[in-house]
């Protein structure tokens, strides 16, 4: 049964995936302002969730177990270096329904859905006091990762060029970036990767200069998606991938989305088993480095949730 419906879906999202084209918004020429340069002595972030749903971990990937439960997260990490904060991300936000119901093809919606209550990142901050952010960077254009954008509509928005062109594939459906989500006129700002070699990526963008918060290329899931190294005040490091993969011991075994999921969500099925064994060599090389999927509730529990804080 869920491979015929799967089998549906996978059709009917090929029909309608680029059906209507529009044209993204331009870029700010250039790449990261020079603002970011600053010493810091502390290094944090926090993880900020919206929303969670539990899955089976076979629905996560291939070769997972149907029989084991697993929590799904939809989660934005605040980053806070010295006296600047960005935003990883943005989670669900405060419009995510209306967004859902405008862009979501109904025969997507068994496969790709989240719990209510949503508690938007803005929100959060706002009870907590914090101003709103003015930089954000998203790992990838998908829908659980913009919606929240429109909550900050001061906010410099920051991805990877190939990213920015992604946008020009807008359209509804559940691997595409959504006109619902872009509409309100987001100040992009492409990223370029100006830097050298980084932890066996060829480029990197060290957002800050002194290799603490370090963006990377992690193309295939999306073609521009980036992951984002962060070494913390303790010098405890962590890597947040986005979506090459969902759960961290489908990273552990090497083994991709399971098979209807990538092919609905992976641009590119080769590019993102290639950044899984990117991945998987960085972990080789420091077991103690910290792997955090966007999704991985388990992780991302055990680091705790805003307002603790990972430092
Ligand atoms: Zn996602
Ligand atoms: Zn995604």
Known sequence: MFQQLAAIVLVVTALVAHAQPPTPAPAAPGTLPPTLSEVANDVRFAIVKTSQLQTRERMLFSGGRFSEKVDIVFSAVLVQHGQTSLLFDTGLGSQVAEQYAADMPWWNRPFFRYDNPVTPVRRQLEQAGIPPVQRIVVSHAHWDHLSGLADF??????LSSEEHHFLGEAGSSAGSPWPSQVAHGVRWKDIEFQHGPHEGFERSQDLFGDGRVVLVPLYGHTPGSVGLFVTVTSGTRYFFVGDVVWNVRA?????????AARRIVDHDVALTQAAIEKIRAVMQRDPKLVVVPAHDGPVQSGLGYFPHWVR
Not at 153 to 158: D, K
Request: proline content about 13%; overall charge negative; aromatic content about 14%.
């Open 251 to 259: 990273l552990q075994e090497g083994r991709p989305k399971n098979w």
């Open 153 to 158: 509509p001061e906010a410099e928005v920051w």
